[in-house]
Every structure is written in structure tokens, then in C-alpha cells.
């Protein structure tokens, strides 16, 4: 049987969906693990809330948000100071849409208030505040690659590839 070249465009754009679709949900998948990770790893420990702001990134041509936190922590045998509301390597964690939803979550943080912060016990510097995996962003990541695999799958056989 011979293969014309659309068949194999179609192909070979089918298997790219397939490709793409399994990076996306392992890197979702990936990202949600590690958070986890971070938060049962965590100690507690007492901190104190040193500036409350909002920043606005590019994200691509639109605009994001996000909080920016700046607190003081103890750890037994250092004193510290922290960015991260949330669990994971970046305070871009988690961006937002718009301000309010951003000032929504600094509203629970005042300068000056004490807090409590949550470090990991290997990496002091590695701290957070909101003890909580974000299910929602890589949840949809997952759930996105795998529509792409399933498209792509679906392609792949009405192209008579498999």
C-alpha cells in the first residue's frame, strides 16, 4: 500500500498531538507530585509577614499576577526570609488573571502579622505558606495532554497509521 504525502503529514502531525499530549500530562503530572512532595516534607515554624504586594508579569501578551510576599522565618538553627506563598521551586507557582483575584489572597497576609511558614527540613531556603498542592492548574495540564493523546490516537487511526 502506498502512502501519499498528505497520509504521512497527517501521520506524523497525528503522533506530534500524541507526543505533545504525554509531555503535557507527565509535566502536570510531574508538577503536582513534587508540591506534594514539598508539603509532606514540611516543618512549621513561626515567621512574621514583612511586605504584601501585588506584581504583574507578561504572560505571553497578556498580563498575570501574582502575590508578592516578602516574610521572616525561624528555623532551629537559622533565620530566614521567604517569597513563596505556595509549594513548588518558583513564587510563579500560581499567576493569576486579574488583581482582584490576587489581592484576594494577600488580604490574608498583613506586614507585621505573624504567620506560620513551612520549610523543608534539606533545604531551609525551599519555604511557603499555604500547605496546599495546586490541584486545579495541573489537573487541567493532565487533562489537556491526555484530550491531545486521545486526539491524537484518534487521528492516528483514521489516517489508517494504526
Known amino acids: 500500500m502506498a502512502v501519499t504525502p498528505e497520509t504521512a503529514v497527517f501521520g ?5 498531538l500524541v507526543v505533545a499530549g504525554l509531555a503535557l ?8 507530585r513534587h508540591q506534594r512532595g514539598a508539603v509532606s516534607r514540611a516543618e512549621a515554624a513561626s515567621g512574621t509577614i514583612e511586605t504584601v504586594d501585588i506584581e504583574q508579569v507578561k504572560n505571553g501578551t497578556r498580563s498575570a499576577y501574582v502575590p508578592a510576599v516578602t516574610y521572616e522565618y525561624q528555623t532551629p538553627t537559622q533565620r530566614l526570609r521567604g517569597t513563596r506563598i505556595y509549594p513548588g521551586s ?3 507557582t500560581k499567576l493569576f488573571h486579574s488583581e482582584s483575584a490576587v489581592r484576594s489572597v494577600i488580604d490574608n497576609y498583613e506586614p507585621g502579622a ?3 511558614v513551612y520549610y523543608d527540613r534539606a533545604n531551609p531556603h525551599h519555604s511557603f505558606l499555604d500547605p496546599t498542592p495546586h490541584r486545579g492548574p495541573n489537573l487541567a495540564r493532565i487533562g489537556f495532554g491526555l484530550g491531545l ?3 491524537g490516537v484518534v487521528l492516528l487511526s483514521l489516517s489508517g497509521v494504526i
Open 25 to 32: 500530562s507527565w509535566s502536570g503530572a510531574r508538577q503536582y
Open 114 to 116: 505573624s504567620t506560620t
Open 12 to 16: 506524523v502531525t497525528s503522533a506530534l
Open 90 to 92: 518558583s513564587r510563579y
Open 149 to 151: 493523546v486521545s486526539l
